[in-house]
Structures are given as C-alpha cells and as structure tokens.
C-alpha cells in the first residue's frame, strides 16, 4: 500500500498532551477543572488504564512532605541528594504543589495508609505508605471521567512546527494503522523517559526484565531534540540498585524494613568503607558506586542482609511487594526462599535516561515551559528537577497544565510545515520492507546500539566507568549508526513501532554521550564515573550541561548554564 492510500485523521485540540501515564492524566485533570471549555487530548502509546512506570503499582509515596518539613527543607535535600547542582527554582515549584496533589488524588480512592493517630503513615522522612495497586487505573479514570479525550495505540513520531513554535504532533495507530496528525494550541510532553539504550543486565528473553518500562524509549527526548529544543544534564544517568534478577526495589527493603547493605565477607560496607561519602545516609548515586566498587574489588555479591526480619515483618514484607513488585514474590515462592534465612542478593541496573530520580530532560522555566513555544514538559522527560517520583511528576504534570491553559488563551490553532514529509517518514521502513524485503531489523538495530553504548558508554559490564577514548568510539559508531536508519524494515505495524523506537534511543544516545563527554569531572559516582577525571570539581564544574540540536547541520552543540542558588545552606554533603 503507498503512502498516500494511508488512511489520515486529523484531530483538532485546545492542549494536546502526549502520554497518558502519571504526569499526563494529572494534567489532563487541573486543564479541565481550570476550563471546562477547553477540548483536552490525550495520545497514549499502550493503553491508559494500565501505561507508564505506574503499570504495576506502588507501594510509597516517595517525596512527600511529612510534618515539620517545607517546601525549602525539600528542596535542600534534593540538592544534597544530587551532590550540589539541581534547578533549585524548578524544584521549589514541584514542592509546593506535592502535598496538595497526593491529597487530591487519595481523594479519587488511593487508599494511604494511617497510623493510630490518623496521621499519613511515614516511610522515612520523605515517604509515605500507600497500597498503590491500582494507582495508575485511578489516576486514568479521574482524567476519563474530566472529560479529556483519549487515544490509546497511538504512537507518537514527532512534533508539528510552525515558524518554530510546537503546534501539535504527528504519530500513527499501532492497531489500525493510520496516520495522526493532531493539532493544538499548546502541547505537554509527558513521555516519560529512556530505556533500552544500554545492553540490559538481564539478556535474552529476560532482557525486559528491567527496572524502568521497556516500553519508554525516549521518544518524548528524540522529538524535542530533532525540534531544536535545549535539554540538560543528560550526563546524570539513574542506574537503579535492585535485587538480583527479579530487578526488584531495594528501597522497600532499606526503608521499610530496615535491611542494611553486606558484601560477600559479611561486613556493612556502607557504615565503615563509604563513611566518608556519608555511609547509609549517602547520596542516592553512592548507593549504587559502593556495591559496585565492592564487586569489583573482589568482595561482592552484595545483599539487603533481611536476617533479622520475623515471620510477621516476612509477611508483611511480601505484602508490600505485592502492590509494586509482586515477582520477587513468586520467585521467592517458587525457589522456596525465606528472607529470614538469606540474605537478598542486589545488583545495580543498566543505565537509564530519566528526570524523575536523576534530572536529564527539557530545559525548562518553573511553569514547566520549554525553549520552544507551545510546548511544555511534564514528569521523567522535564530535566533539571530530580527526586520527584510519583507525586513530583502529578506536581509537574499539574504546574504544566496551569502554564498551557493561560497560553492557549491568546493564540490560535495552526497547521504546520511538516505534516506531509513526516507522514513519508514514519512508514518507510513498512514500505522498505514491501517493496525490497532487504534490510535492517529493529531487533538487530537496538542489539548493535545496546552492545555499543554499553562497552563504550559506561554500561553494566564495565562498571559504568568511561573516559574520553571510549565515549569518542561510542559517538563514531552512534553517528554510522545515524545513517544506517534509512535501511530499517518492518514487516508489519508493530514491527514500525519498534522501528521507530530505536530510530528515537540512537538520537538519546548522541546527546547522552555529548553530555558525558563535555563534562570532565566526576559529578555523580556510579550514575556518572570518569577514569579520567575522577574528582568532583566544584570551582568549574558546579554548573549545568545544556545541549540543542543545530535543526539545519544536525550537530549536537554544547552549552553551559549558570548554577543559581536560592535556597540557602550547604549544597551538598561534604566528601
């Protein structure tokens, strides 16, 4: 079938938000209830009862203000956390908006759990314990029963451009195959962020055994970055710490139940070896560097030692999973494994792009507004706010929302410059594929850029150590890569999905390697390890990384961004 025998629908909007995980239905929610007049549209790439990081459940609410804290002390925090750099002014806005948000949606039936005071029941300083199940499916029906309209099976391709000012997107239906052209006043990104460019830890068939979904691949970045948007601090990497195999969360564990860190000869590495880096109060990328360091010295595996729990904190301990995680059940189940009695084995995770525990994502205003007109970010894909989480990315999805309704009240809706010549771009490799049945697979494609960045880009299997050698090897073959895209095949609709997919993590991951690059100190240990440069540098590295893609040569230029602080007291812990 050609391309012009595709089958168009055209969508005409007031704010279009793409995605329709966390961020995304909070927002389609506050534009509503701030104007019901307005037409609010929602294109989601699964299905928005169960998408996003959310799928599966949670079991905290992990940044929450419990008494005694504001929305300055958080924001001190998370700049501790981050080991001194953070958009300080983006991050007081989320705080500000945190309690407010878990309020309103407790009130939509998420149950949180109470102490014998009635008080929100705390999960360290931060957190709060929720049986979360069925978050997502709550979150998603609150944005249904506003009144946004919602496409599910749409994957969106890229942004409609009008005189440089973001007018909608363009994308294609996974299951009936059309093309989309949606066209809005305003458009909120809350995409999510990037799995699947670094090889996973767990391979073959298991190698979407992963901690962040396999189905966020970038794509809200790619879009923003082949628009010219400026993007900033890709260099700080999330690589989570979860438990063997199963990539369970270790924060339960820790926080819930009190299960500190061993290696293999016993000791409590974290107390006496990392003292210094601030033991087992240390930064979140300390969590991940020590264990790793300790494997690669010779003394790993390292666990969550659980040998203290009692049959009942056993019970429990499952009984939490059960509302994230409930694999590590059954597998606990099914090798016959007691908590009580062994040690949890723990091992860091491939790399992953994110804005929600790190910060790498658009750079953005307070307002949640990015460098390009009409576009506004929302959740993991909003750069420079990190430690967010779930309640952070309602905040940023609500703040985002609040920014696009008064902007779509002075301006008119546009065609744009770009919705033929996109339409021609998405279904090539499924034209490719019809026409010559010779070419390159997805599959091979992302096993290619996968082995590539974890080899040279400081992936799993060397630590996530790099230097400049390698990180140049990396950019040499990623840009190949670039032109290798034109032979992609696909042989049917998901098939273009995953395609396009790939054609989205090659563009992360040149800039991702621009920024680790650029930057020559050691920042964030483990999330962002130089051989090279092995010291954080504070006198002429306390600043931030930016980046924007020149839309007429193609190059990825490097910018620096001042750091501002406003908040005052220490910006990070001492070494």
């Known amino acids: 079938m050609a391309t012009k025998e595709i089958k168009t629908e055209i969508i005409e909007t007031d704010i279009l938000i793409i995605g329709g995980g966390t961020a995304g239905c909070l927002a389609a929610v506050e534009a509503k209830e701030k104007n019901p007049d307005l037409k609010v549209t929602i294109l989601e790439k699964a299905h928005i009862d169960r998408s996003g990081c959310l799928a599966a459940g949670m079991n905290a609410i992990n940044a929450y203000l419990n008494p005694g804290e504001t929305p300055e002390s958080f924001v001190k925090h998370v700049r501790a956390d981050a080991l001194g750099l953070i958009r300080e002014d983006v991050v007081l806005a989320s705080a500000k908006e945190l309690n407010n948000v878990v309020q309103k949606v407790e009130k939509w039936g998420l149950p949180i759990m109470k102490d014998k005071n009635g008080q929100y029941a705390p999960r360290g300083r931060w957190n709060i314990k929720i049986n979360g199940e069925s978050l997502k499916p709550i979150i998603a029906e609150a944005a249904k029963k506003a009144g946004a309209e919602v496409y599910n099976r749409v994957i969106v391709t890229n942004f409609l451009i009008n005189n440089n000012r973001i007018v909608g997107a363009t994308g294609f239906g996974v299951r009936d195959g059309k093309y989309y052209i949606a066209r809005a006043k305003a458009v909120i990104v809350a995409t999510g962020g990037a799995a699947g460019i670094y090889k996973p830890n767990n391979p073959g068939s298991a190698h979407h055994k992963m901690w962040y979904p396999p189905f966020n691949t970038g794509a809200g970045y790619a879009m923003g970055i082949r628009a010219g948007a400026e993007m900033t601090s890709f260099e700080m990497r999330f690589i989570a710490l979860r438990t063997k195999d199963v990539i369970s969360p270790t924060g339960t564990l820790a926080l819930g139940f009190g299960a500190p860190q061993v290696n293999a000869k016993g000791e409590q590495f974290m107390k006496t070896k990392y003292k210094h880096l601030g033991g087992e109060g240390a930064p979140t990328p300390i969590r991940v560097y020590a264990p790793t360091k300790e494997v690669k010295e010779g003394r790993g595996p390292c666990y ?15 009984a939490s999973f059960l509302d994230m995680y409930p694999g590590i059940v059954l597998y606990w189940a099914a090798n016959g494994i007691d908590p009580s009695k062994e040690p949890v084995e723990i091992c860091g995770t491939e790399p992953y792009i994110m804005g929600g ?16 007109e009409g576009l506004y970010a929302a959740g993991d894909v909003a750069g420079g706010n990190p430690y967010k989480f779930v309640s952070g990315c309602w905040a940023e999805g609500v703040i985002a929302a609040r920014s696009a309704v008064d902007y779509v009240a002075g301006v008119e809706r546009l065609n ?6 996109e339409k021609e771009r998405i279904f090539a490799p499924l034209h490719r594929y019809k026409e010559v049945k010779e070419g390159v697979t997805p599959s091979e494609m992302e096993e290619r850029l996968q082995k590539v960045m974890d080899e040279y880009a400081g992936g799993v299997t060397v630590f996530y150590e790099m230097n400049d050698e390698r990180l140049e090897v990396a950019l040499k073959h990623l840009k190949r890569m670039k032109t290798q895209a034109q032979y992609l095949i696909a042989e049917n609709l998901h098939d273009l999905m995953l395609a396009h997919e790939v054609i989205d993590r090659i563009d992360v991951a040149e800039v991702l390697v621009n920024h680790l690059l650029y930057r020559k100190e050691t920042r964030w240990p483990g999330y962002q390890t130089r051989l090279d440069y092995t010291e954080r540098d504070d006198f002429n590295w306390l600043k931030f990384v930016n980046s924007k893609k020149n839309t007429e040569t193609g190059e990825i230029e490097m910018m620096e961004r001042p750091y501002t602080q406003i908040i005052p007291g220490d910006r990070y812990l001492p070494r």
């Open 416 to 421: 744009a410059e770009n919705e033929e010549s």
């Open 304 to 318: 969550m030692d659980t040998r203290h729990l009692t049959p009942e904190q056993v019970k429990d301990l499952k």
């Open 357 to 372: 525990h790190c910060q790498a994502g658009y750079w953005i205003d307070p307002d949640r507004s990015t460098t390009l």
